[in-house]
């Protein structure tokens, strides 16, 4: 347990459920909340503390302050503002600039040197913003990216088939945004491909990508899903399980693209992203990755261009 502090940065929907997953998994020796409404924070990490009663655990959870992050093992920013109905995450940039240049400030005094996990929407170009502006190795430091759209492919295969979620192997690429895409030929279920059992790419990516759109018309924002997939990206950090996991990291020539953050299967231990995996795809498919890296391109270069102005 020793050394397995997490510092969750933003005491919201998308953080109190990142904190009681973890909780929940009993693997952090530590977990710190943040946030500028201390009161808020304070409330969050009493009330996660409480769900331990039934989980078990010693993990202690409480609120916290920047300066937290000098020897977390793992930081996870969810600061932002959620989406409105009709808005698309790129739609969030402006603010989210703002709110990151602040929070990067405040952070850069006592420096990370775990490993920073960013969450905030759009989230392949806060991940990047992130990245500069605490002068961190793309290796440690990477956004959620295509995770819960990959989760959310998982679940429309599931229904697709009968067949149970642990069995499937699948995997979107890209923007975690309206331009991602699917490894349909990658796609295994129970070791056979989706031909197999009659998908079709087009079905399984409308209802992958629709799948947050319903939530936020619904109940006005989503939690429960992204908390889960950070909880669970941090359990793969903390245990160096060395999993594949489709994460927002910075390209390098990787699939013939440069200077780009989006979302593609990495190997995770515990010094972060090991590898990056390049899956075979189609020529329909490199066509769309370079697109969906073409508009992160395009809004990185306005975010560094504009910042706050965007608002």
Do not use: W
């Amino acid at each position: 347990m020793k050394g397995r502090k997490v510092v969750i940065l933003g005491a919201g929907h998308v953080g109190s459920h990142a904190a009681y997953a973890l909780a929940q998994d009993g693997l952090c020796s530590e977990i710190v909340l943040v946030d500028k409404d201390m009161d808020k924070a304070v409330s969050q990490a009493l009330d996660v503390d409480d769900s331990m009663g039934s989980a078990g655990g010693q993990t202690l959870i409480r609120a916290g302050g920047y300066h937290d992050v000098s020897d977390a093992a793992v930081v996870i920013n969810a600061i932002g503002e959620g989406r409105k109905p009709g808005q698309t995450r790129l739609d969030l940039l402006g603010r989210s600039v703002e709110m990151s240049e602040e929070l990067a400030a405040s952070l850069r005094p006592y420096g990370i040197r775990g490993i920073f996990i960013s969450v905030t929407n759009p989230c392949d170009v806060i991940a990047d913003y992130m990245r500069k502006r605490l002068d961190l190795p793309r290796e440690r430091a990477f956004g959620t990216g295509t995770l819960l759209d990959s989760a959310r492919l998982i679940r429309a295969v599931a229904r697709s088939t009968g067949i149970g979620r642990k069995s499937i192997q699948a995997c979107c690429l890209g923007e975690h945004g309206d331009s991602s895409l699917i490894a349909f030929d990658s796609i295994r279920i129970g070791g056979l491909g989706p031909d197999m059992y009659g998908l079709t790419e087009e079905a399984l990516l409308e209802d992958t990508r629709c799948g947050g759109m319903t939530i936020i018309e619904g109940k006005k924002s989503t939690e429960f899903g992204i908390g889960a997939v950070s909880a669970d990206l941090v359990r793969c950090i903390l245990l160096d399980e060395k999993r594949i996991l489709p994460v927002s990291v910075l390209l390098q020539g990787e699939y013939g693209e440069q200077n780009v953050h989006c979302g593609v299967p990495c190997r995770i231990g515990a010094g972060g992203i090991e590898k990056i995996i390049e899956l075979p795809l189609s020529e329909k498919e490199k066509e769309q990755f370079r697109r969906s890296c073409e508009i992160i391109r395009e809004y990185i270069r306005t975010a560094e261009r504009d910042g706050p102005d965007l608002i």
